[in-house]
């Protein structure tokens, strides 16, 4: 009975579970305390966690004080960073938290020279992240540590740092797919190669790794669509456009809209302005017979065609 009780919130909306959660245990209150850091509702998650005295709770509790700050106060920033990436990089022999990649990259916001300290010891925090527990009972694995780092990495404008832990992660993504057990599972792993191998700027070994998925899974606009932005990185148009407009014809929703763009995009490189109108014109004329669902896809490629029709 206790037990279920403690898991009720998982069967009931958040904000029932929410304004329920005072009555819970401890771990119970830091589970809805994930709950509201993943929806961003820093004060909430915030309050929840006020009082209590564990490492963990206070791991949460320095995210949310993070999402309070960064969203209302920016004098204080780069102390608040500096002292949260301290206390909870594993440096003191404590497991290290990955929430410290991203707090780095926000430090380097407030103060760049700050940060570069905390980028320069990156190798090192990288290891405490791979043997860390908590990381681990996150769901973080090595490749997924080194994405998230090679991403932070890139935002900050560290290229060559970026660009190494993105080939790091797509040769782990690489050998992951070889040893799938199901078709599946495997092309998810070679998605995900592909794209840390762009970001690795091998953009040559990512159009060999989408080409392949393209022709094994062609009823599959995303893979479509990866190639066409790989090809349209090489300079390679026509086939870029071919890619695009399959990906085109297999997608929906907002999803088609940027593949409509994009498409476009790729006729304007290739000199082509009133083939690039005419495919924003017939996605127009289509997304008005869907009425109120399409508005915001509306607005985008409304916009996007008048920046053509202005020469802009």
Sequence with gaps: AWVKDQERWKDVPMAQAGAGAAKLST?????????????RQWKEAG?????MDTRAAAYLAAQARAGVEESTDTAKLAALYS?????????????????????ILALHK????????????????????????DAAAEGYAKVDILYQAATDMGE??????????????????????????????????????????????????????????AEKFPGEYAFHRSYAGILFKLKKYPDALREASLSEKLSYGPI????????????????????????L????????????????????????????????
């Excluded at 476009?264 to 082509?272: G, P, V, Y």
């Design 83 to 103: 002292g949260l990436i301290d206390r909870f990089d594993g440096r003191d022999g404590k497991p290290a938290e990955v929430a410290v990649l991203d707090w």
């Design 110 to 133: 407030a103060d760049a020279a700050a940060a570069l300290p905390y980028i320069n010891g990156l190798p090192a925090l990288l290891e405490r992240l791979e043997r860390s527990p």
């Design 256 to 279: 088609h809209a940027q593949i409509v763009m994009f498409k476009a995009r790729i006729q304007l490189e290739m000199k082509d302005r009133s083939a690039a109108m005419g495919t």
């Design 27 to 39: 771990d119970g209150k830091m589970r809805v305390a994930r709950q509201y850091l993943a929806l």
């Design 156 to 213: 900050a404008g560290q290229d060559v740092l970026a660009t190494g832990l993105f080939y790091r992660a797509a040769k782990l993504y690489g050998e992951m797919a070889d040893k799938a057990a199901r078709p599946e599972l495997a092309k998810g792993l070679r998605l995900s190669q592909g794209r840390c191998l762009a970001g690795a700027r091998r953009y040559s070994e990512a159009e060999a790794v989408y080409a392949g998925l």
């Design 281 to 312: 014109r017939d996605a127009i004329a289509a997304a008005e017979v869907r009425g109120k669902e399409a508005e915001g896809e509306l607005l985008g490629l409304k916009k996007y065609l008048k920046g053509i029709e202005s020469g802009k």
């Design 47 to 51: 309050a929840l966690l006020a009082g």
